[in-house]
């Protein structure tokens, strides 16, 4: 019968409507691969919007979802934002429990939480779902760090580099950590070998210049440390460290003269300023200096690394009239709150602030608790060396003066 049939017209205008439909839908189907450029040009919060869109799509598996939660929650990574990191990241395992980097996002936002355990048992399912995962190994060599088992951070960071060994970044991790161990012969080779590989950086060279310094090649340091500033004159580290190593040479005027620089393009840097307070304290300007030690507080005072420079300076400044040991005890009692594990050093500051406050006991108790953390972590026998002389000074109630003259 006619009236059954539709009209030649009619079904042509039904198939363009459909295929107009199907590819609208094709159309409007999130690519969550498209996240990828976005992430590498740092757009983080569009990563978030597009993550957001693509997680609701009823046309994507959950392996996409999964893939684009973890995204999600790399931005808020990179924001600060460990929270809703964390909420992102755990729902990407749950819809796909073979996501390696979803588990390294969980970790890591754990981490950021200062949850160790959780994050040390996700960056293991990380390195489960993929042993290539040269990222959960430093992740774990981080949290080792902050935990303080420093031989099993050299561990993971050394099978990081096994599984990355073009990371610049990531060699210059390593070769740092076994600095502050004491290695540093093995150090200085990795980086020279990164620099013999990629060529000369600012970061390279600065970081370079500083193992040299702790191995007692201050004109090679100092070479490093100007061609770091020669290739970028706005380097701050550099700036800090060849001001540093001026100092020790006695070229006071030089010294200050970097710092000077430094502080003109960068005037926030604490480190600068605490820098030149050294310089003016070697000059013998104490009042100078205490008044760079207070400009970098007030810049930086929940800063343990601040916090701890400032206790030093107040403790074992040799002018009296600077020296305050209560305030001392005070500043590096909340530097040891704020760290994220032990650090000898403070407790060897904690122990000159107790001395100069008269609690030579206190004192004896937290020289002996960094000389044994510093065991445990490698520190240097002439370090180890130096703070058993301490000890003994306040056994005998002599407090300690850190005389730069």
């Known amino acids: 019968?006619?009236?059954?049939?539709?009209?030649?017209?009619?079904?042509?205008?039904?198939?363009?409507?459909?295929?107009?439909?199907?590819?609208?839908?094709?159309?409007?189907?999130?690519?969550?691969?498209?996240?990828?450029?976005?992430?590498?040009?740092?757009?983080?919060?569009?990563?978030?919007?597009?993550?957001?869109?693509?997680?609701?799509?009823?046309?994507?598996?959950?392996?996409?979802?999964?893939?684009?939660?973890?995204?999600?929650?790399?931005?808020?990574?990179?924001?600060?934002?460990?929270?809703?990191?964390?909420?992102?990241?755990?729902?990407?395992?749950?819809?796909?429990?073979?996501?390696?980097?979803?588990?390294?996002?969980r970790g890591t936002a754990y981490m950021m939480l200062r949850q160790l355990a959780p994050?040390?048992?996700?960056?293991?399912?990380?390195?489960?779902?993929?042993?290539?995962?040269?990222?959960?190994?430093?992740?774990?060599?981080?949290?080792?760090?902050?935990?303080?088992?420093?031989?099993?951070?050299?561990?993971?960071?050394?099978?990081?580099?096994?599984?990355?060994?073009?990371n610049v970044d990531l060699s210059m991790e390593y070769a740092l950590l076994l600095h502050s161990l004491g290695l540093h012969a093995k150090a200085d080779e990795i980086l020279s070998n990164v620099i013999a590989e990629v060529g000369e950086t600012p970061a390279l060279l600065n970081n370079r210049g500083m193992i040299r310094l702790a191995q007692d090649c201050y004109d090679d340091a100092l070479a490093d440390f100007s061609r770091a500033i020669a290739i970028n004159p706005a380097y701050e580290e550099a700036l800090i460290n060849r001001g540093n190593v001026l100092r020790a040479f006695k070229r006071y005027d030089e010294s200050l003269a970097d710092f000077a620089s430094g502080l003109s393009m960068h005037p926030g840097s604490v480190k600068m300023f605490i820098g030149r307070a050294y310089t003016?304290?070697?000059?013998?300007?104490?009042?100078?200096?205490?008044?760079?030690?207070?400009?970098?507080?007030?810049?930086?005072?929940?800063?343990?690394?601040?916090?701890?420079e400032y206790a030093w300076f107040l403790a074992t400044c040799p002018?009296?009239?600077?020296?305050?040991?209560?305030?001392?005890?005070?500043?590096?009692?909340e530097a040891i709150e704020l760290s994220a594990g032990p650090i000898p050093g403070y407790f060897?500051?904690?122990?000159?602030?107790?001395?100069?406050?008269?609690?030579?006991?206190?004192?004896?108790?937290?020289?002996?608790q960094a000389i044994f953390i510093g065991q445990q972590a490698g520190l240097s026998e002439k370090q180890l060396a130096d703070w058993n002389a301490r000890l003994e000074g306040y056994s005998q109630g002599v407090p300690y003066r850190n005389n730069l003259q």
């Open 348 to 368: 060897d500051t904690l122990a000159a602030a107790l001395a100069e406050s008269g609690d030579y006991l206190g004192a004896i108790e937290a020289q002996k």
């Open 1 to 105: 019968m006619s009236g059954s049939r539709f009209p030649a017209g009619s079904v042509l205008l039904l198939l363009v409507i459909l295929l107009s439909a199907a590819g609208l839908r094709a159309e409007l189907r999130p690519d969550v691969k498209q996240l990828a450029p976005l992430v590498a040009t740092g757009q983080w919060d569009k990563v978030k919007a597009e993550a957001q869109t693509a997680v609701f799509s009823d046309m994507l598996t959950d392996a996409e979802k999964s893939e684009a939660y973890t995204y999600m929650a790399l931005a808020h990574v990179q924001q600060g934002e460990p929270g809703p990191a964390l909420d992102a990241a755990d729902k990407a395992v749950q819809l796909d429990s073979d996501n390696a980097r979803g588990w390294l996002m």
């Open 119 to 166: 994050a040390e048992k996700d960056f293991g399912k990380a390195l489960q779902k993929d042993p290539a995962m040269w990222e959960a190994c430093r992740n774990l060599a981080e949290l080792s760090q902050a935990r303080g088992d420093f031989p099993m951070a050299m561990e993971w960071f050394g099978k990081a580099v096994v599984l990355a060994p073009a």
């Open 319 to 333: 002018d009296a009239k600077v020296r305050d040991g209560a305030r001392a005890v005070k500043l590096t009692k």
């Open 280 to 308: 003016h304290a070697a000059m013998g300007k104490y009042e100078d200096a205490a008044a760079d030690m207070a400009s970098a507080y007030s810049l930086g005072n929940v800063d343990p690394y601040v916090l701890n």
